[in-house]
């Protein structure tokens, strides 16, 4: 198995864009998480699904996040617009079942200008 | 906030010598996760202990967990230069899941 892929690995852009992260979980996985990582505030949990659903998105910062999982194999984190602070790696991990054991992904490092 | 935090931030020890890292929490929780990350690396899961579990091994590491005090300690035996990571505790409560701060540790060949 592949593990859990994320794109890019590395994403520079300016203030003001949009910003799309993607995460292929692994295939069997039904629970995925986005994390947020920064020196300042550690590893943030955004937001998680089971069964492609968002079960608690209470920690996405606000309206500018949003995040999808349009089926089992596929998930997105958008930025729009992104700003500076928004500067951070962001992981995706899945887990077979929320409560169980997570595989993270190598994460996204992201820079906002 | 119900976040887990590990104590202490930094350690720094020799090759052989044994690792022991805590864990702290706030809230009732169903599990609690160890994990590692290498520098630049995603987190690799190391062990799961149960809340109606005490103790439990895998390989060199032991964890502990002490619902009453709502703690849990991490010691890695016969430490290696390998073993240089950071290590995150997490906590499951209900729906909500968190990482601690992290204990940077340190081996020295």
């Known amino acids: 198995d592949a593990g859990v892929i994320q794109s890019p690995r590395h994403e520079v852009t300016e203030m003001g864009q949009e910003v799309t992260l993607r995460c292929k979980p692994i295939?069997?996985?039904?629970?995925l998480f986005w994390y947020r990582q920064t020196m300042m505030r550690g590893l943030e949990l955004l937001i998680y699904f089971n069964n492609n659903v968002p079960i608690d998105d209470s920690g996405m910062p606000e309206d500018r996040f949003s995040a999808k999982m349009p089926n089992a194999s596929f998930s997105t984190l958008k930025i729009q617009p992104s700003e500076p602070r928004d500067s951070a790696v962001y992981f995706c991990?899945?887990?077979?079942?929320?409560?169980?054991?997570?595989?993270f992904g190598p994460g996204t490092r992201l820079t906002v200008l | 906030s119900q976040q887990g935090e590990e104590d202490p931030q930094a350690l720094s020890i020799q090759e052989g010598e044994n690792a022991t890292m805590n864990c702290s929490y706030k809230t009732s929780i169903n599990n609690l996760q160890w994990y590692r990350q290498n520098s630049g690396r995603g987190l690799v899961h190391l062990i799961l202990i149960r809340s109606n579990e005490r103790e439990k091994h895998s390989g060199r590491l032991r964890v502990t967990l002490d619902t009453s005090k709502k703690s849990s300690s991490l010691l890695i035996t016969a430490s290696r230069a390998a073993d240089t990571a950071s290590y995150f505790c997490a906590t499951d409560a209900g729906h909500q899941f968190y990482f601690g701060t992290g204990t940077s540790l340190t081996v020295i060949p």
């Open positions: 295939s069997g996985h039904n629970s």
């Open positions: 991990a899945s887990s077979l079942g929320t409560k169980n054991e997570q595989f």
